[in-house]
């Protein structure tokens, strides 16, 4: 389905006439068909023909008063104008092709990033080239880390915290489908790479959307759509390195494929292989590589059947002491999924999808002693197949309907230990079945829209029945003007499946956590008022929530478990039946300047979380909230060729917990005597960062220059336990900063026949 912004240039003056005629055309002056034209909010409805014309009879019955035109279509957004009495009885309307943009991020006369619009925003990959990324990778959270609400959890942390919530409370889907495991090895990207996105939605809550599922937010990435055009590119950053190549194979076959690997990669391989023939006698490598495929058959002018292909794996090997020690962990992403679609008589979209999800983890932990090894490993699998299928309706009168049904069967081995290749627990085998269908009505009434979604959930084992609700989510608009918006929303939803794992991927344990009737489904509530003012040079946003979770367990394990632990140990170890408070205030605003363009976002947030077995369920404040965060961006194209953007962030330091007394027991170790949680809040966390970007004449070379904090602020990652004699050699806190200044280069060639 095309997306399509429609505009209109109409001047309509004079004098009464008694019918209208309108031809609704392209930019290329080809007709449209069946655009709903709406007289009046819907008393008398029309509908061009093949040739875009609709003829308007009795248009204002001799009383010589405006008349209000709308107009519909299922690729078109809707647009509202007045004709005045008029002598002119022939008008055309020039219908513009959407190119998914709005107010942010916008070069000359070119619009290339991020629509804010209420509870929802989204990026085009133009905006990823633009964003200062660390050594050089196309990364699309470091994009919407610039947007009010959002924020990192940590340094250059590709993980999301939004408006209160931690990034297990995320959820990411490539094409309607939910991928498990959203982080590549340290989580300094993504495991989606930039060069196969189309686009970006994000959705900050209530969800009008199917894709939900999950507490805090929810990414959908549209994959690349294929232009029918032989063409390839190749990217080398300091991190990886990608190629990505598209060739139509028929008249209606075209295909495209890319993949990304880690610079590494080819190093740890040759180390691994000197290694095992005994020429090294240590080694460490790590190393991650992804790749996505689409084959594409067009059936008609606007139906397809695509047959998509995702992997993805990451690994750290260890092999330290003269091989006393070895260490291994590798874990994988698996997507297979076949897409149909079509447009009927441009009133009805619909989309038929199956998908197969896989996700496996590994984890080997070997000593050698005395000539023997003892191992010990665990193993983590997903299994799922996802049927889908979702249809779209326009109706005469502007109304627009949305029915899905999406049936998800996941059967999830959690954790499987093994020593010595001996299976030592039993397997907690889930085999879940969720099925969620989804409904969606809007109409536009006068100056009102009302948009109505309801998310249905039936989940079940073989033994019992786990959930059955409906979500609830309500939205609705006021337009005072053509520019100027009012809105209103409320949104419940729920999570049942949570990642657990280390900050840093890869390293420490990972858990993944199927709710039960132990550890049910956890909730959430969202309410916002939202205020959206655009002109064509100057765009302001605003948006006040409150925010509440209940059925929350505490995700923050790393620390406590050790990587023995069974999957029982983790049950008994968290924190359950905790509830989260979270309110706050989103602002951001986008200045174009001729060549210049400014944006400027805002974030005040309070999230406080509690449970009753910490501190008899006194409130505290969540690690990851950051009272304030500022993003200042400015964008500046110096000429045809070279273009500068320079991006200034500011967010309040973490919340930490912090012994209230230190003192030695009777053997003379030192205890820590905690009263509160996250009781201290470490300094304000603020960089800038700059990218340059040469464009070649013949646009087929990019030149991209990133420096990350460019006046090299000390930003303290964490406090460090050290020993100091100056305080009885008692511990003491020292700051600790991982990264300072990185400079970063990256070369993208393009190649594409004539």
Not at 128 to 156: C, E, H, W
Not at 231 to 249: C, M, P, Q, T, V
Not at 482 to 504: A, D, K, R, T
Not at 631 to 657: D, P
Request: with cysteine.
């Amino acid at each position: 389905m095309k997306g399509i912004i429609l505009s209109c240039l109409l001047v309509l003056n004079s004098t009464c006439l008694s019918q209208v005629k309108l031809s609704i055309l392209d930019q290329s002056d080809s007709p449209i068909s069946n655009v709903i034209v709406s007289i009046q909010e819907g008393e008398i409805t029309y509908e061009s023909n093949l040739e875009g014309k609709v003829t308007i009879q009795n248009i204002n019955d001799g009383n010589n008063k405006p008349i209000k035109l709308s107009f519909y279509h299922l690729s078109y957004e809707r647009l509202d104008t007045i004709l005045e009495p008029a002598t002119t009885p022939l008008f055309n309307i020039y219908l513009k092709e959407k190119n998914y943009v709005d107010s942010i991020f916008i070069i000359g006369e070119k619009k290339v990033s991020v629509i804010e619009k209420h509870t929802k925003s989204t990026i085009t990959t133009a905006q990823l080239m633009r964003t200062p990324n660390i050594l050089g990778s196309l990364d699309y959270t470091k994009t919407l880390q610039l947007l009010p609400g959002v924020s990192a959890s940590y340094d250059f942390y590709s993980g999301l915290n939004v408006r209160g919530g931690s990034d297990a409370q995320n959820g990411v889907f490539l094409d309607n489908i939910p991928i498990i495991n959203s982080n590549h090895i340290l989580s300094l990207v993504p495991t989606i790479s930039g060069e196969i996105i189309e686009k970006v939605d994000f959705h900050r809550g209530p969800f009008l959307s199917s894709n939900t599922g999950h507490l805090s937010s929810v990414t959908e990435i549209e994959s690349k759509k294929l232009s029918h055009k032989k063409k390839a590119s190749f990217r080398i950053g300091l991190l990886d390195s990608n190629l990505s190549f598209e060739k139509k194979l028929s008249k209606k076959i075209s295909c495209f494929s890319n993949t990304r690997t880690f610079h590494l990669a080819p190093i740890s391989l040759i180390q691994n292989w000197l290694y095992n023939k005994g020429a090294l006698e240590d080694a460490f490598n790590l190393g991650f590589y992804d790749t996505f495929n689409k084959i594409k058959l067009e059936t008609n002018h606007s139906g397809t059947i695509s047959l998509n292909t995702y992997f993805s794996k990451d690994y750290i090997k260890q092999k330290l002491i003269d091989g006393d020690i070895k260490n291994t962990t590798n874990w994988s992403n698996t997507l297979l999924y076949l897409t149909q679609e079509n447009t009927l008589r441009n009133k009805i979209f619909y989309r038929n999808s199956i998908a197969y999800i896989g996700y496996n983890r590994n984890q080997t932990n070997a000593e050698i002693a005395a000539g023997n090894e003892t191992s010990i490993a665990n193993k983590t699998k997903v299994k799922s197949i996802q049927f889908y299928t979702f249809w779209d309706w326009l109706g005469n009168h502007g109304d627009r309907k949305k029915f899905e049904l999406r049936i998800l069967h996941r059967n999830l081995r959690p954790l499987s230990n093994f020593e010595n290749d001996v299976q030592t627990n039993i397997d907690e085998n889930q085999v879940v079945t969720e099925i969620k269908p989804y409904f969606s009505w809007s109409k536009n009434i006068k100056r009102f829209k009302l948009q109505t979604d309801f998310n249905g959930l039936v989940a079940f084992d073989k033994n019992e029945l786990l959930q059955r609700k409906i979500y609830p989510n309500i939205f609705l608009m006021y337009y005072i003007s053509p520019s100027f918006e009012l809105s209103m929303s409320f949104g419940q939803n729920y999570q049942s499946i949570f990642n657990l794992s280390s900050p840093l991927v890869g390293f420490g344990p990972q858990f993944i956590v199927q709710s039960r009737p132990s550890l049910p489904y956890q909730m959430s509530n969202i309410s916002t008022l939202n205020m959206s003012f655009n002109k064509k040079d100057f765009s302001i946003n605003s948006s006040i929530y409150y925010k509440t979770q209940r059925c929350l367990f505490e995700e923050q394990i790393n620390s406590i478990l050790l990587f023995e632990t069974d999957y029982h140990q983790l049950l008994e170890s968290l924190h359950t039946n905790g509830t989260l408070t979270s309110y706050g205030v989103d602002f951001s605003s986008n200045f174009i300047l001729k060549n210049r363009n400014i944006y400027l976002a805002y974030s005040y947030s309070k999230a406080e979380r509690s449970f009753p077995s910490i501190f008899e369920g006194v409130q505290y404040p969540f690690k990851f909230n950051r009272r304030h965060t500022i993003s200042a961006s400015l964008n500046r194209k110096l000429n045809q060729y070279w273009e500068l953007t320079s991006l200034f962030s500011f967010t309040s330091g973490l919340n930490i917990s912090l012994p209230a007394q230190k003192y030695p027991d009777i053997s003379g170790n030192e205890v820590n005597l905690y009263t509160e949680r996250n009781n201290y809040e470490l300094p304000p966390y603020h960089r800038l960062d700059l990218s340059l970007i040469k464009t070649s004449k013949n646009r087929l070379n990019i030149y991209a220059f990133s420096i990350i904090n460019l006046y090299n602020r000390k930003n303290i990652s964490f406090l460090e336990d050290v020993k100091s004699e100056d305080i009885g050699g008692f511990n003491r806190y020292q700051k600790t900063t991982l990264l300072p200044f990185i400079a970063s280069f990256s070369y993208t060639r393009n190649f594409q026949s004539k």
